[in-house]
């Protein structure tokens, strides 16, 4: 089996932690680079438990990135650096697989309200590929750029986009509260994220301006054709790791629990990594370190609402693990590889 080289660039971060696990342990995979300024020139093997030529791999600084040698880079970076180093690395003839927003956002106009920036790049995010395989697998095929979600706009899309897509629910007037542990905010220190700030306490943040927001209904969107606008509310829980998203969404006139539950089934039938359970049984413990989704749907007639529940890993299934599941998918592999060891 040919093995392709692999760059990780941000390797020290949560999500490039897991990547480089990930890589490891893939059948089609090899560790070539690891860039982080953090852990420059120290060896990979002091870090993680990896052998053989892993192992003697040594972390280079993050200005060495645009120059990796390697076929495919994966980029664990904060998005004005995605924007910056995935041109490069592209024109070099390297395929690139994004887990920033830098990507994500099908209309640069937006960049300036919901990440603070402005997109210089659009002919490179007109090549992006979104990296959702349930919902968008078929736009992966033989992608050079894989834009990857957001944790929070992957179980939240999940959740929805089928009941969407099935016109038994309404497009209008949908409410999303949904909660993330604390790696979510990433590595670097901060006071907010500190542990006598965030232990026995449970914090909504960002109301109604979360970067997440656009991206889910973009999602949604491509997938069932509607979406309105997404009450969308995120909250700081003392987690090390996984999100837990509780979407409502209104019923249409004559809408049953049975044929919701069939749309549902019918969506994620064969899905590898997506498990359909009763929605008071979606527990976050039950799904970290892994790379699976567990939702589960109630129906509300009195209220007349759907209430679906959605649990993943936010460093795996929403970042690293769906990274490499949405590689294996554009290269036409197993979506499994690498990702078939971890249990939880």
Same mark, same amino acid.
């Given at each position: 089996?040919?093995e392709?080289?692999?760059a ?7 999500s490039?932690?897991e ?14 680079a690891l860039?982080?300024?953090?852990w420059?020139q ?25 120059a990796?040698?390697a076929?495919?880079?994966f ?8 924007l910056s180093?995935a041109?490069q690395?592209?024109?070099?003839g390297?395929?690139?697989?994004? *887990? ?14 919901w ?5 210089g ?30 944790c929070y ?19 209008e ?31 909504a ?10 991206e ?7 997938f069932a ?11 700081l829980?003392?987690?090390r ?13 004559g809408?049953?629990?049975?044929? *919701? ?14 498990r ?24 509300d ?5 759907a209430v ?6 936010n ?10 599941q ?12 690498? *990702?078939? *060891?971890?249990?939880?």
């Amino acid at each position: 089996m040919n093995e392709h080289s692999v760059a990780i660039v941000g390797a020290s971060g949560y999500s490039g932690l897991e990547l480089t696990r990930c890589a490891a342990r893939h059948p089609r995979l090899r560790l070539a680079a690891l860039y982080s300024d953090r852990w420059a020139q120290e060896a990979a093997g002091d870090r993680l438990p990896l052998s053989g030529a892993a192992a003697a791999l040594r972390y280079s600084a993050l200005a060495d990135a645009a120059a990796a040698e390697a076929e495919i880079a994966f980029l664990a970076t904060p998005a004005e650096v995605s924007l910056s180093l995935a041109p490069q690395l592209l024109a070099r003839g390297l395929q690139v697989v994004d *887990l920033s927003g830098a990507f994500r956002l099908e209309d640069a106009s937006l960049y300036p309200t919901w990440y603070g920036f402005a997109h210089g790049e659009p002919a490179v995010l007109a090549q992006a590929r979104y990296g959702l395989p349930e919902l968008e697998r078929a736009r992966l095929a033989g992608a050079r750029l894989v834009s990857n979600p957001g944790c929070y706009a992957t179980a939240t899309a999940l959740a929805l986009a089928p009941l969407l897509k099935s016109g038994l629910v309404a497009a209008e007037g949908i409410c999303v509260a949904a909660m993330s542990g604390v790696s979510g905010a990433g590595r670097k220190a901060s006071e907010d994220f500190s542990f006598c700030e965030v232990d026995e306490d449970l914090r909504a943040y960002r109301l109604a301006r979360h970067q997440h927001v656009p991206e889910i209904e973009q999602t949604v969107r491509r997938f069932a054709g509607r979406c309105g606008p997404i009450s969308f509310t995120p909250h700081l829980v003392p987690l090390r790791r996984g999100i837990l998203s509780t979407c409502a969404l209104r019923l249409e006139r004559g809408a049953s629990a049975a044929a *919701l539950q069939a749309a549902w089934k019918g969506a994620y039938a064969g899905e590898p990594f997506v498990r359909l359970l009763a929605a008071d049984k979606v527990a976050v413990k039950d799904v970290v370190r892994t790379n699976r989704a567990h939702l589960g749907l109630s129906v509300d007639e009195r209220a007349g609402t759907a209430v679906v529940v959605a649990a993943i890993d936010n460093l795996v299934k929403g970042a690293a693990g769906q990274a490499v599941q949405a590689w294996n998918a554009a290269m036409g592999w197993p979506e499994t590889d690498g *990702l078939d *060891l971890l249990g939880g």
